[in-house]
């Protein structure tokens, strides 16, 4: 039988990173004052819900001592 000279079926695939193209891409599009000032209000929205979130949820991350303290002296009051 002959022998294949690729190593891979597509030579294309093979060559893929000595290709270089001479075609330049064109030039970004300049984001306009109301596409920047949305873009930060959707930043500034999603920092301040996750700093609200953290502020909300410190008191339940925090030991449960101060917790047991009230409730014992609530019954020591009761009596």
């Known amino acids: 039988m002959f022998s294949?000279?690729?190593a891979v079926p597509f030579a294309f695939v093979a060559e893929a990173d000595h290709f270089r193209s001479n075609v330049t891409p064109p030039p970004r599009e300049r984001l306009n004052a109301s596409q920047i000032l949305g873009r930060t209000l959707i930043g500034l929205t999603?920092?301040?819900g996750l700093v609200g979130s953290l502020i909300f949820g410190m008191p339940s991350l925090q030991?449960?001592?101060s917790a047991t303290h009230q409730q014992?002296?609530?019954?020591?009051?009761?009596?």
């Open 63 to 65: 030991s449960g001592e």
């Open 4 to 6: 294949r000279k690729e």
């Open 46 to 48: 999603v920092a301040a």
């Open 72 to 79: 014992q002296s609530e019954a020591s009051d009761n009596r």
